[in-house]
């Protein structure tokens, strides 16, 4: 990046590391220091390896887009054989990662937590600047006639819908803010739906077959500024903010903590390279994170029996 800069300036390059060589060397130090010739993302993997993967909250084709963009610049930056792996629900990406089929996720707040506690040895490692205050937005077709309000206990009457069962912004923190408004999380009419997604969510809402649901802040902004939601669909209320999203790395690939954590918390905006991965998760940076940080999660997630 200085190099860059200084040649659009005009001034001397001093020959310096970039900062991919930098991370680069990093991974290949903390590789010998473990006593490798080179970097191994799991047990059974092929030296130099990493399979990263991730809770499939949104359309497949999204996904592809934001974690293939992600490997390829974790290869380039850290001389890895990086692969993304689509999962096909929320808890096979808990599972993949507890047998070390996947060395690293992009969980939600809960299924990092469920997978932390599955897998001992587990590491937190970065997660996004909006992660740190998270919301949720509830939407109701427009034929209820509700007008955007605080007020959640008018919920409890329609036909609703949450995203995936473990979802943190799409059903474990919505329903303990129902619980907390007086709504049962459970008593809709029916019962809860379960969508698997947030964009699932939106389409259930828009068709009618429920008349309320619950996503994530981040892809309902996404979606309305692409001009995707149905105008039937509006939004009704935002939760407070709360931790979500963070990357998990597993224990076979530990010694990548740090060069991950580098990494990703080294991403700048002003980087055309490290701008394509942020502009993607919709993040101005990614911070530190430490476990301690889902401590609230975990404790809700127990007392709605969703963490054993």
């Given at each position: 990046?200085?190099?860059?800069?200084?040649?659009?300036?005009?001034?001397?390059?001093?020959?310096?590391?970039?900062?991919?060589?930098?991370?680069?060397?990093?991974?290949?130090?903390?590789?010998?220091?473990?006593?490798?010739?080179?970097?191994?993302?799991?047990?059974?993997?092929?030296?130099?390896?990493?399979?990263?993967?991730?809770?499939?909250?949104?359309?497949?084709?999204?996904?592809?887009r934001l974690h293939g963009t992600v490997a390829?610049?974790?290869?380039?930056?850290?001389?890895?054989?990086?692969?993304?792996?689509?999962?096909?629900?929320?808890?096979?990406?808990?599972?993949?990662?507890?047998?070390?089929?996947?060395?690293?996720?992009?969980?939600?707040?809960?299924?990092?937590?469920?997978?932390?506690?599955?897998?001992?040895?587990?590491?937190?490692?970065?997660?996004?600047?909006?992660?740190?205050?998270?919301?949720?937005?509830?939407?109701?077709?427009?034929?209820?006639?509700?007008?955007?309000?605080?007020?959640?206990?008018?919920?409890?009457?329609?036909?609703?819908?949450?995203?995936?069962?473990?979802?943190?912004?799409?059903?474990?923190?919505?329903?303990?803010?129902?619980?907390?408004?007086?709504?049962?999380?459970?008593?809709?009419?029916?019962?809860?739906?379960?969508?698997?997604?947030?964009?699932?969510?939106?389409?259930?809402?828009?068709?009618?077959?429920?008349?309320?649901?619950?996503?994530?802040?981040?892809?309902?902004?996404?979606?309305?500024?692409?001009?995707?939601?149905?105008?039937?669909?509006?939004?009704?209320?935002?939760?407070?903010?709360?931790?979500d999203y963070h990357w998990l790395l597993g224990?076979?690939?530990?010694?990548?903590?740090?060069?991950?954590?580098?990494?990703?918390?080294?991403?700048?905006?002003?980087?055309?390279?490290?701008?394509?991965?942020?502009?993607?998760?919709?993040?101005?940076?990614?911070?530190?994170?430490?476990?301690?940080?889902?401590?609230?999660?975990?404790?809700?997630?127990?007392?709605?029996?969703?963490?054993?």
């Amino acid at each position: 990046m200085a190099a860059r800069r200084a040649l659009r300036s005009g001034s001397p390059v001093v020959p310096s590391l970039s900062r991919r060589a930098f991370l680069a060397g990093l991974t290949l130090a903390a590789a010998t220091a473990c006593g490798r010739s080179s970097p191994v993302g799991r047990g059974t993997a092929a030296p130099g390896s990493l399979s990263i993967g991730a809770i499939p909250d949104q359309d497949p084709e999204v996904l592809q887009r934001l974690h293939g963009t992600v490997a390829d610049s974790l290869s380039a930056a850290l001389d890895l054989d990086v692969t993304y792996t689509p999962v096909t629900d929320y808890g096979a990406a808990v599972s993949l990662f507890r047998t070390g089929d996947l060395d690293l996720v992009w969980f939600g707040g809960l299924t990092g937590v469920q997978a932390r506690l599955q897998t001992p040895g587990a590491t937190t490692i970065a997660q996004r600047d909006v992660d740190t205050d998270f919301h949720s937005v509830f939407v109701v077709q427009s034929a209820t006639g509700l007008a955007p309000s605080d007020d959640l206990r008018p919920l409890a009457g329609l036909r609703f819908t949450y995203g995936a069962e473990t979802s943190t912004s799409g059903r474990l923190m919505p329903a303990w803010f129902l619980q907390q408004a007086g709504v049962d999380p459970q008593g809709f009419p029916g019962g809860p739906g379960f969508s698997g997604s947030h964009d699932a969510t939106l389409q259930l809402v828009a068709s009618g077959s429920y008349q309320a649901g619950v996503l994530n802040e981040q892809v309902w902004a996404a979606r309305t500024a692409e001009g995707a939601v149905d105008p039937s669909v509006v939004a009704y209320a935002r939760t407070p903010g709360y931790h979500d999203y963070h990357w998990l790395l597993g224990p076979r690939a530990a010694d990548l903590a740090g060069p991950l954590r580098d990494y990703f918390t080294g991403l700048r905006a002003d980087d055309p390279d490290d701008a394509a991965v942020l502009d993607l998760f919709g993040a101005g940076s990614f911070v530190p994170a430490r476990a301690s940080d889902h401590d609230r999660i975990e404790q809700i997630g127990r007392e709605l029996g969703l963490v054993t």
